[in-house]
């Protein structure tokens, strides 16, 4: 590469591919100056005989180990989302195309950015991953034991501990409700589910509870209502300090626990919750948002009791839950971005700082 070349370059798009990726370099005034394709070796080797520049890739998989190894080398790696990276494309999309967009969408004030995530931190997002799985395959087969029974007549109470602990007893009836094939059928479901719970129960208690324990972190995001291991340890591996976002309202937002907005002119239009961003975080505050509901003797404790008597009045319990969860979304940012304990004495102003 000529050295004039290296020397003119502001801003570069990265297309990551899996083994090839294509390489656009814009100069100050937006003119293409650099326009290659790179073997994934080629990167960093390229990437450190340039001058800094601006460096702008999707937020996907490899982008993050990516975004730190240039960051070592003196660039301003940035990640963003593809959603946001689209509308600069201009149409007949090819991998030069879409790195030439995300040149050109690195460059601008209002971009959102993805934090970098560390080593750690995807080393714990991706326990989350694997239980969040082996959730998912325990729902399945739950949901199929209950297909087959009903299938012969046989309805269970809604709820995973009550089919538990009326299994063993359908399994032991005549055989003329079930038959003896669908009896081994469930019994290997059963055996199924049984090895799955170990698993989740494992990988939640022995790992990722023993990890959040010690971090000081998920010590403090364990002080707010409804939160523990999973959440506190989900919350960090996601955002890290938090610092991403500037307000408990934004990390809300990112949870997808905002109404969502359709309006115009003088018209303002809120329709159901926007369900963006972190899905999986976003589950799990709603559940905490349950756990609290119903200790209603816990309300007064955690500075709650007020505010939920007074929203249970205007509210549907559902739309109650949604309320609760986007305020210990809030909270739990305050508490992680500010570095201190939940003290529910002080609610009101965390409140009020995070909206």
């Known amino acids: 590469m000529a050295e004039a070349l290296k020397n003119s370059i502001a801003f570069v798009g990265i297309d990551i591919g899996k083994n090839s990726f294509h390489v656009v370099g814009l100069d100050e005034c937006g003119a293409i100056v650099l326009r290659q394709k790179w073997s994934r070796g080629q990167v960093e080797a390229r990437f450190a005989n340039m001058p800094p520049c601006l460096i702008g890739m999707e937020a996907c998989v490899g982008a993050h180990h990516l975004s730190r190894g240039l960051q070592k080398l003196g660039h301003d790696a940035r990640l963003m989302p593809a959603r946001y990276v689209r509308p600069y494309s201009k149409g007949q999309k090819n991998d030069f195309r879409d790195a030439e967009a995300i040149a050109e969408a690195v460059q601008r004030p209002t971009m959102k950015f993805v934090a970098t995530k560390t080593a750690d931190q995807l080393d714990l997002q991706a326990m989350h991953r694997v239980r969040e799985r082996l959730v998912s395959q325990r729902t399945g087969i739950i949901n199929q034991i209950r297909a087959f029974l009903l299938e012969r007549g046989v309805a269970v109470r809604q709820g995973l501990r009550f089919l538990r602990s009326e299994l063993p007893g359908i399994l032991a009836r005549p055989s003329d409700i079930l038959s003896p094939r669908m009896v081994r059928i469930i019994e290997d479901l059963a055996g199924d589910w049984h090895r799955l719970d170990e698993r989740i129960e494992g990988l939640s208690s022995?790992?990722?509870?023993?990890?959040?324990r010690r971090d000081s972190s998920c010590e403090r995001l364990m002080s707010v209502p409804?939160?523990?291991?999973?959440?506190?340890?989900?919350?960090?591996?996601?955002?890290?300090?938090?610092?991403?976002?500037?307000?408990?309202?934004?990390?809300a937002a990112?949870?997808?626990?905002?109404?969502?907005?359709?309006?115009?002119?003088?018209?303002?239009?809120?329709?159901?919750?926007?369900?963006?961003?972190?899905?999986?975080?976003?589950?799990?505050f709603v559940q905490a948002a349950w756990v609290v509901l119903i200790r209603p003797k816990s309300w007064e404790r955690h500075g709650l009791k007020s505010w939920i008597e007074a929203a249970k009045k205007r509210l549907h319990r559902n739309v109650l839950a949604i309320a609760l969860a986007?305020?210990?979304?809030?909270?739990?940012?305050?508490?992680?971005a500010h570095g201190r304990s939940f003290e529910a004495s002080k609610l009101a102003e965390v409140a009020a700082k995070s909206a």
């Open 206 to 212: 022995s790992e990722i509870e023993a990890i959040a």
């Open 226 to 251: 409804g939160i523990g291991p999973i959440i506190s340890s989900a919350m960090i591996a996601a955002i890290g300090a938090g610092d991403v976002f500037s307000k408990g309202r934004d990390f």
């Open 254 to 284: 990112w949870l997808g626990l905002v109404p969502k907005q359709i309006s115009t002119g003088d018209r303002t239009v809120l329709g159901k919750i926007s369900k963006r961003g972190n899905r999986y975080l976003r589950v799990l």
């Open 326 to 336: 986007n305020k210990l979304a809030r909270i739990a940012w305050s508490v992680l």
